[in-house]
């Protein structure tokens, strides 16, 4: 029995003899594939890197063309400024020029009033005719209607315009109040005058704040000192011009002194 278990182990023996070599041809029949894999991540890998690069430097625009579009940009700025600059001289000589011309259309109507209703002073004197106070509404909306359209200009011009307008409304209002006041009797006149007054005085202070800005923004573009003011301001609670005489700090009178 002895015999029999030697020869059955020696039997046995070659077949376990073979399994490392049945595992070493397997492992040996692994080893190309695996090689085949690392190099083709190896060709693979850099050439999606490459990619990835080459799209992000694509979005991104070259400096020298960025450069250029930025001084495009810079350079049309520059003339929007120009152009805005040359419109705003423009309407602030143009309202300069009209509302001067407007102060020598109402200095009948504020003549008119003021004799009936005296600047500064609680009484009342003569009424005007019916027929000159109708001259005086007609010349008063004809000077508002400039302002009918509105123009959209720098700030400062438009504060100097929306003053000459309200100033022109309120006189408007003056003159109406006046003309109803005398529709009615001689004892009924005394409240609405008095209204018409306030009124007055109203359109003639809000003249002069607007006629202040005006020369303010005369002197930013370059034609100096304006004064564009209606005669009473003081009386009537607003203000005058100051004592510096017109033009003064002018482009053309700087120009003279070189």
């Known amino acids: 029995m002895a015999k029999r278990s030697v020869k059955k182990a020696r039997h046995s023996r070659p077949a376990a003899a073979d399994e490392p070599a049945a595992a070493r041809a397997e492992t040996g029949r692994g080893r190309p594939f695996w090689l085949g894999v690392l190099v083709t991540a190896a060709l693979l890998i850099p050439l999606g890197v490459a990619g990835v690069l080459i799209a992000s430097s694509d979005d991104d625009p070259a400096p020298a063309e960025q450069a250029s579009t930025e001084a495009e940009i810079e350079s049309e700025a520059e003339a929007f400024r120009r152009q805005t600059q040359v419109r ?11 509302m001067r011309e407007t102060t020598g259309e109402l200095a009948p109507t ?3 009033l003021a004799k009936t209703l005296p600047p500064g002073e609680e009484g009342l004197g003569p009424p005007a005719q019916a027929s000159e ?8 909306r004809a000077a508002d209607e400039y302002f009918a359209e509105s123009v959209s200009g720098e700030t400062g011009t438009n504060v100097a315009r929306g003053g000459f307008a309200a100033a022109l409304d309120a006189l408007t209002e003056s003159t109406e109040t006046y003309a109803l006041a005398l529709e ?3 004892a009924a006149r005394r409240e609405l005058f008095e209204r018409a007054r306030a009124q007055r005085d109203l359109a003639v202070r809000s003249w002069s704040v ?3 800005q005006l020369d303010a923004i005369n002197i930013a573009t370059g034609y100096g000192h304006q004064h564009v003011y209606l005669g ?3 009386a009537s609670g607003g203000f005058g011009a100051d004592p510096v005489p017109e033009g003064t700090g002018s482009e053309d009178a700087e120009h003279e002194d070189e």
């Open 88 to 98: 705003d001289k423009e309407q602030v000589k143009e309202l300069t020029d009209r």
């Open 110 to 112: 504020l003549d008119g």
């Open 133 to 140: 106070v109708q001259d005086w509404r007609r010349a008063v």
């Open 184 to 186: 009615q009797p001689p």
């Open 210 to 212: 607007a006629a202040t």
């Open 232 to 234: 009473g301001a003081e």
